[in-house]
């Protein structure tokens, strides 16, 4: 972490494929990272350095801005201690509809503990989790959780399962935020 704030690169990488917006996670020895101008999710193993696979998702527009900031967002992925997700705005499978009617009013979105998580706008300092999904029971509703990144934007927020941490980039910044979660 010292190294991260210190601004010094531990090791750097030659990616095949250039990437769009915040679709970019490490999940076990692997960046997974949406390809630039495509619907395709690249598979890169950082111990081999090497191409593992390119993963199409037929359902996600390459191009079409999901969240409220208009990046390259027609998909995003993240990580919880269920695995690997990928999430997306347009119709298709239960989760993937609702996301789209939650749209117009997400600033990004997120997956802890098999939920899908949205927050409510990307360039306030004052942030709410305003929606969630249990993807494993179909249960949906408002947590309503107050939330300030200092710096006034969260132009991508994932979940570290391993830590327990929401990470949140703000074009020079990481901001993060601890999280307890409850049993009901």
């Known amino acids: ?19 769009d917006g915040t679709a970019a996670v490490v999940y076990g020895p692997y960046l997974y990272y949406k390809r630039e101008n495509s619907n ?6 950082l111990r081999s350095e090497r191409l593992e696979a390119q ?7 390459p191009r079409r801005n999901q969240y409220q900031w208009n990046g390259y967002s027609g998909m995003d992925l993240a990580v919880d201690e269920q695995g690997l997700w ?12 609702l996301m789209a009617e939650r749209i117009t ?3 990004n979105a997120f997956v802890a503990c098999g939920v899908i998580y949205t927050i409510d706008s990307h360039n306030s300092k004052s942030t709410t989790i305003n929606f969630a999904y249990d993807t494993k029971t179909g249960r949906q509703w408002s947590p309503n ?6 710096y006034g934007y969260n132009f991508m927020v994932d979940y570290n399962p391993r830590e327990k941490v929401l990470y949140a980039w703000n074009a020079r ?5 601890p999280i307890t979660f409850e049993e009901h």
């Open 145 to 150: 959780i107050k939330f300030t990144n200092q």
């Open 40 to 45: 395709l999710i690249v598979k890169y193993n």
């Open 105 to 107: 009013l997400m600033g």
């Open 86 to 97: 990928v999430l997306c705005g347009n119709t298709g499978t239960s989760a993937k509809s």
């Open 173 to 177: 910044y990481q901001v993060t935020y």
């Open 55 to 61: 993963i199409s998702v037929s359902n996600c527009a």
């Open 1 to 19: 972490m010292n190294m991260l704030k210190a601004g010094l690169a531990r090791k750097k990488y030659t990616l095949p494929y250039n990437w």
